[in-house]
C-alpha cells in the first residue's frame, strides 16, 4: 500500500474501471474501422478508426473519453455504408 501512496504524491493515478472499459471498447471499435476503411479504401473510416485507436493515450478524464469516443464512433457509423 506504501507503493501506491508513493505513486500518488508523484501525480500518477491508477484510471478508474470505466476508463479502462472504455478504452479497451473504443479501441476495438477502431480496429474495426480500420479495418473496414482500408478494406473498402475510404480514407475518412480509416483515419476515424487510427483516431479511435490512438485517442484514449491523450485524455485523461474519464468522461472525456467516453464523449469523445461515442462522437468518434457515431461518425465511423455515418460513413461506414
Known amino acids: ?3 501506491l501512496k508513493n505513486l500518488e504524491s508523484l501525480g ?3 484510471p478508474s474501471p470505466a476508463y479502462i472499459v472504455g478504452a479497451i471498447l473504443f ?8 479495418r473496414r476503411g482500408r478494406k473498402t479504401f475510404t480514407p475518412s473510416l480509416t483515419w476515424t478508426g487510427v483516431a479511435l485507436m490512438v485517442y484514449p493515450y491523450a485524455v485523461q478524464q474519464t ?3 467516453w464523449a469523445v ?4 464512433c457515431s461518425w465511423a457509423y455515418a460513413k461506414w455504408n
Do not use: P, S
Open 27 to 34: 479501441g476495438i471499435f477502431g480496429y474495426v474501422a480500420f
Open 63 to 65: 468522461w472525456l473519453l
Open 12 to 14: 500518477l493515478v491508477l
Open 1 to 3: 500500500m506504501d507503493e
Open 69 to 72: 469516443g461515442v462522437a468518434l
